[in-house]
Nanobody, 118 residues
Framework: QVQLVESGGGLVQAGGSLRLSCAAS????????MGWFRQAPGKEREFVAM????????NYADSVKGRFTISRDNAKSTVSLQMNSLKPDDTAVYYC???????????WGQGTQVTVSS
């Protein structure tokens, strides 16, 4: 059973930084592409960043490019999201997501709240 557990959310002032982590279990981690999504109140869930199974390729939403960095540690089955220069618009629940290479099913964590005050 695939489980994703996020941590690292919290309250931060605009311009500050946070690092989110996601610990995965119940899967062969190195075979999964990993991603981060977020959902703000009253809005749909949106893509933030992804990293391929090998860690070689990454992709970011335009709104976070240059400020957020996704990384993974296949030995520890973790994926992280370093968030710098945070803005109030980054306030949302952040979700860890994974998908097996070549498959279509997504797995999700329970989410962690990030609140950026102005």
């Amino acid at each position: 059973q695939v489980q994703l557990v996020e941590s690292g959310g919290g309250l931060v002032q605009a311009g500050g930084s946070l690092r989110l982590s996601c610990a995965a279990s119940g899967l062969t981690f190195s075979m999964y592409n990993m991603g981060w999504f977020r959902q703000a109140p009253g809005k749909e869930r949106e893509f933030v960043a992804m990293i391929t199974w090998s860690g070689r390729d990454t992709n970011y939403a335009d709104s976070v490019k240059g400020r957020f960095t996704i990384s993974r540690d296949n030995a520890k089955s973790t994926v992280s999201l370093q968030m710098n220069s945070l803005k109030p618009d980054d306030t949302a629940v952040y979700y860890c997501q994974c998908r097996l290479r070549g498959a279509s099913r997504d797995y999700w964590g329970q989410g962690t709240q990030v609140t950026v005050s102005s």
